[in-house]
C-alpha cells in the first residue's frame, strides 16, 4: 500500500476516535496491521495472528484459500481481537474507504469489548492473543517429543467436547468436594430445623434427607456437571500426563474465551454496525470522506447488511434492533401504557417525547446478551418490521426451482425458536451424571434432550474420545425419536450408547418421559 493512503488512513483513524468519542464510546489505543490475503486467512484458520498447529487449522486455510481464489469470498472485511491493547487486521487489497469503513466498524467493537459485562469477563479470563503465542511454543514441544500422532489425538478429542460448558458462564463452579460439604450441611440444617419443631411427627422427611445425605456422600458428581473437559482434567482414571493436561485444559480455556464472545454476537455485531454508520456519516458530513467515496461506502454497506432468507444475517438484524430500540424509547413507546394499547393507529401516533434512545442502547450494549436481548425486546412488532420469519426450501412442481419460502410467521413461535437456539447456540446439553458408574469408575452422560437426536455419526465418535481421555467405558444417555412413514414422530424412548474401548453397544429402555 503507497505511503500515502497509509498517512491517510492514519489521520482518518485519529478523527474516527475524536468522533467516536463524541458519541459517548469508551475507546483506547487500537493497533491496526495492514496485511495481505494470505495472512488474513491464517488468522480465520488458527483464531489468532499464532495459535497452536492443528490439522483442523489446515483444513481451514486450505478451504478459505480455495474461496476467496476461485469466488473472491470468504475473507471478511476486517477480524479484530479482544486483546489488550486490540488488534486488528486491515486489508492491503481493499479499497480505502473500505478500510476506512473498517476501522469505524471496530471501534464500535472495541467499545462493546471494553464495556459489555459479557466481554469483559472474556478479557478477564485471559488474554488469549498474548496466551496463544506461548501455547504455540509449548505445543510444538509436545508435537516433537511425544509424536504427532499422539499429539493431535489429544486435541482431537478434547475438541470434540469443547464447547460443553455451563450454561452460565458467570457463575462460581465449586470443585466437587467443596460442592458435597456445602449441600450436605444445608441437608444436615434442615433436619435441625425439622427436629427443633414442638410438635413434628412426620418422621418421613428426615428419613428422606438423611437418604440423600448417604448418597452425596457417596456421589460423583455430587450433582451433574455440564463442563465435561474440566470434569475429566480433574477426575479421569487414566490418568493424563502433565502435557495432556496442559492441551486439554488450553482448549478448554480458548473455548470459554470464545463463548462469552459467541453469546454475544448479534449485539456486538450490531452495535459495531450502527457505529460505523453514523460514524461514516459524520466523516461525509465533516467533509473528510468524499461525495463519491460516500457513495462507493454507501454501496459496501447495504452488501454488509443485506437480508438472507435463510440465515439471520447478524449484521442486518442487529442493527435494526438498536435502530428500533432508539425509535421506542424516544417516544416512549413501551411500559405497561404501550403494552396494553392494541390500536395500531395509536402505535403511530404514540409519542411521549422522552428521548431516551441513546441512553436505552448503551445501557443494553453493556448488560445484555443476545439471548437476554431477544427474551426482553423481540416483540410482535419489531420481528414483523425486522422480518424475523422460519424459512424453508420448496421445489416448484412446474419448474423444479428450490425457493425460499415461509414456514412459520408466527412472533411467538419464531421467538421460541430464537431463545432456544440463543441458549446455547445449537449445542445439545450434555452432563455428567456419574464418574464412578457401575462401581468402576466409568464415566456416565446425559443428554438434555429437547427434541432434536443426536447425530449418531457424531455421537459415536466423540464416545471414542471420550474413553481415550477417560481410560475406562463411557456411556451416554440419549433419546431416540419414534417416526412413522411421513417422518413425523410418534414417541421415543431412552438410548443408552455404551464404548468400552473396543466395541460400540446400545441399549434400548423404557419409554422416556
Not at 82 to 110: C, Q, R
Not at 442 to 460: D, V
Request: net charge negative; with cysteine.
Amino acid at each position: 500500500m503507497k505511503k500515502e493512503l497509509i498517512n491517510r488512513l492514519n489521520d482518518i483513524e485519529k478523527e474516527i476516535k475524536r468522533i467516536a468519542e463524541e458519541m459517548g464510546l469508551t475507546t483506547t489505543e487500537v493497533e491496526f496491521e495492514i496485511v495481505s490475503s494470505r495472512k488474513m486467512i491464517e488468522s480465520m484458520a488458527y483464531k489468532f495472528t499464532t495459535n497452536f498447529s492443528h490439522w483442523s487449522h489446515g483444513r481451514d486455510y486450505d478451504k478459505l484459500k480455495t474461496l476467496y481464489e476461485h469466488q473472491g469470498a470468504g475473507i471478511p472485511y476486517e477480524t479484530v481481537w479482544n486483546s489488550d491493547p486490540p488488534k486488528a487486521f486491515l486489508m492491503e487489497t481493499n479499497p480505502v474507504i473500505l478500510n476506512i469503513l473498517v476501522m469505524a466498524h471496530v471501534y464500535g467493537h472495541v467499545d462493546f469489548h471494553l464495556e459489555n459485562r459479557y466481554m469483559r469477563s472474556a478479557a478477564d479470563y485471559m488474554d488469549l492473543a498474548r496466551e496463544a503465542r506461548k501455547v504455540e511454543k509449548r505445543f510444538k514441544t509436545y508435537e516433537r517429543k511425544y509424536g504427532l500422532d499422539a499429539y493431535e489425538q489429544v486435541i482431537d478429542s478434547a475438541f470434540s467436547v469443547c464447547w460443553h460448558l455451563p450454561p452460565d458462564l458467570l457463575c462460581e463452579q465449586e470443585d466437587d468436594e467443596t460442592l458435597r460439604e456445602r449441600l450436605i450441611d444445608l441437608k444436615t440444617e434442615r433436619i435441625r430445623s425439622l427436629q427443633k419443631r414442638e410438635f413434628y411427627e412426620d418422621k418421613s422427611s428426615i428419613k428422606d434427607l438423611k437418604n440423600e445425605i448417604n448418597e452425596l456422600k457417596r456421589k460423583t458428581p455430587p450433582v451433574p456437571r455440564y463442563d465435561i473437559l474440566r470434569y475429566i482434567l480433574e477426575n479421569s482414571p487414566k490418568p493424563l500426563d502433565d502435557w495432556q493436561k496442559d492441551i486439554i485444559s488450553t482448549i478448554r480455556e480458548q473455548s470459554m474465551f470464545f463463548e462469552f464472545q459467541k453469546r454475544c454476537k448479534l449485539l456486538n455485531e450490531g452495535w459495531a454496525t450502527y457505529i460505523h454508520l453514523h460514524i461514516m456519516r459524520r466523516l461525509y458530513e465533516e467533509k473528510l470522506i468524499t461525495p463519491e467515496e460516500h457513495k462507493e461506502f454507501s454501496a459496501f454497506h447495504a452488501k454488509v447488511t443485506r437480508e438472507a432468507p435463510q440465515t439471520l444475517n447478524w449484521y442486518s438484524v442487529g442493527l435494526k434492533f438498536y435502530e428500533d430500540l432508539v425509535y421506542r424509547w424516544d417516544r416512549g413507546m413501551h411500559g405497561d401504557e404501550f403494552r396494553e394499547s392494541k390500536d395500531p393507529d395509536k402505535w403511530v401516533t404514540f409519542d411521549r417525547n422522552e428521548n431516551k434512545g441513546i441512553a436505552k442502547i448503551f445501557e443494553v450494549r453493556k448488560n445484555y446478551t443476545d439471548r437476554m436481548a431477544i427474551e426482553e425486546f423481540f416483540d410482535e412488532m419489531f420481528m414483523r418490521d425486522a422480518g424475523i420469519y422460519l424459512w424453508s426450501e420448496e421445489t416448484d412442481p412446474l419448474t423444479g426451482e428450490i425457493k425460499q419460502v415461509i414456514a412459520e410467521d408466527d412472533p411467538v413461535k419464531v421467538k421460541r425458536v430464537l431463545k432456544s437456539f440463543f441458549s446455547l447456540y445449537g449445542t445439545p446439553v450434555i452432563t455428567v451424571e456419574s464418574g464412578n458408574y457401575n462401581d468402576n469408575r466409568e464415566l456416565y452422560l446425559k443428554h438434555e434432550f429437547t427434541g432434536q437426536e443426536l447425530n449418531p455419526m457424531l455421537e459415536a465418535g466423540t464416545l471414542e474420545n471420550l474413553h481415550y481421555l477417560w481410560g475406562k467405558p463411557v456411556h451416554l444417555e440419549t433419546v431416540e425419536l419414534e417416526k412413522n412413514e411421513a417422518g413425523v414422530p410418534t414417541g421415543a424412548k431412552k438410548l443408552i450408547h455404551c464404548f468400552d474401548g473396543m466395541n460400540h453397544t446400545i441399549e434400548m429402555e423404557e419409554f422416556a418421559e
